[in-house]
């Protein structure tokens, strides 16, 4: 495909990386309304004028609002990366069917990584594999950028 049409709605790959970043993106921003969630269920608040509000004290260590932000916090570092190197991995004009193979299986990981770490809580290794899943992903990508850009 021509360089100039690569980030346009008419590239299938570009138009597979848009609605999937914007999937990853909109579950990112529910997790601060999942926090907020187990913050009013467990009674857990971190900030005096909330917890008065509520008629309880502090609670800075629940563990599901922790794992809540945990999860957050993973998806604020791992989807970044990811939105980044899709990008330049579109630029590259891969192959539609593996491209967008690729960015379903790390949507999906991305979405059972928080169901299996702040939802439903399964045990070990189910939030790791789901995990580096979403890593290798990103590793497929960004040695598919070098071997795209390196003239040897």
Do not use: W
Request: glycine share 4%; with cysteine; charged share 15%.
């Amino acid at each position: 495909m021509e360089s100039s049409n690569l980030l346009t709605p008419t590239n299938p790959v570009f138009a597979g990386y848009a609605f999937y970043s914007c999937v990853l993106i909109l579950k990112t921003m529910c997790m601060s309304y999942l926090t907020g969630v187990q913050r009013f269920r467990k009674k857990a608040f971190v900030n005096v004028e909330d917890a008065i509000a509520a008629g309880v004290d502090i609670k800075m260590d629940d563990q599901d609002v922790e794992r809540c932000r945990r999860a957050h916090l993973n998806d604020l570092e791992n989807i970044t990366m990811f939105l980044i190197t899709g990008l330049i991995y579109v630029l590259t004009d891969p192959n539609i069917v593996f491209a967008l193979m690729l960015f379903r299986i790390y949507a999906v990981a991305r979405i059972l990584h928080t169901i299996v770490y702040a939802v439903v809580v399964v045990r070990q290794p189910a939030r790791a594999i789901c995990f580096n899943i979403g890593v290798l992903c990103n590793f497929i990508m960004i040695f598919s950028i070098f071997s795209s850009c390196v003239q040897l």
